[in-house]
């Protein structure tokens, strides 16, 4: 089935350790991709996206995310975790600039 | 995001009621969507809009309905046949070629009495 796959459901992680969250898609066609964060009583925001071009997007807040096609994965990056960088992250998926799919998201507690 | 606005925030629904969400954008978007956000499994497409009077089915389109026949609105009505309605719905637009990315509405709590 298509689908968009975020293998971590919940990670905890101490201030200033490193973050890789992991996204994998399985739609053909014309995709373009993108991350957003969602933090406690706020609306989902964008962090990065990519549609073409150098596949290591960079976004707000020190966030980055690679594309690999050839493993059809879109993985979010930080170097350094803050505590304000608890929240949902979710990976999204537009097809064809038609329908755009999300993850089922990851929960990202950062201990201060 | 400002510019689209769901109403009501919380709506309570009974057995074998049609309820409706309201969604109104200002952003002149033409792609509106909506989701449904259940804990643990992320945000599921309901139904979207590319343009005014079409509109295609997502993923979980049973038990609902919509309709598009102004730019500016995009509700949707939660039907009796939808056995699981208890969620938070989101309403989206979609901003080509300047952003490319999705706007949000502040939701509706739907709950079943």
């Known amino acids: 089935a298509q689908s968009v796959s975020q293998h971590n459901h919940h990670v905890i992680l101490s201030e200033a350790a490193s973050l890789e969250l992991g996204c994998n898609y399985s739609?053909?066609?014309?995709?373009?991709l993108f991350w957003y964060v969602q933090y406690p009583g706020q609306h989902l925001q964008l962090l990065l996206k990519?549609?073409?071009?150098?596949?290591l997007v960079k976004g707000i807040k020190g966030f980055e995310a690679e594309f690999i096609k050839s493993k059809f994965s879109f993985n979010l990056r930080k170097p350094s975790v803050q505590w304000s960088d608890t929240a949902e992250y979710f990976c999204?998926?537009?097809?064809?600039?038609?329908?755009?799919?999300f993850g089922s998201g990851t929960k990202l507690n950062v201990k201060p | 995001d400002g510019g689209i606005t769901q109403s009501p925030k919380y709506l309570f629904r009974k057995e074998g009621q049609n309820v409706t969400l309201s969604c109104e954008q200002n952003l002149n978007h033409d792609a509106m969507y909506w989701y449904r956000q259940d804990p643990g499994q992320g945000l599921r497409l309901i139904y979207y809009s590319q343009i005014v009077n079409d509109f295609q089915k997502g993923d979980i389109a049973e038990g609902y309905s919509v309709s598009r026949e102004k730019k500016e609105s995009f509700p949707l009505t939660v039907t009796s046949a939808q056995k699981n309605p208890t969620a938070f719905y989101l309403c989206a637009t979609y901003e080509t070629g300047r952003t490319e990315k999705l706007f949000f509405g502040s939701g509706t709590q739907l709950s079943v009495l």
């Open positions: 739609y053909g066609g014309t995709v373009n």
């Open positions: 999204a998926v537009n097809v064809n600039f038609n329908k755009f799919y």
């Open positions: 990519y549609f073409s071009g150098d596949p």
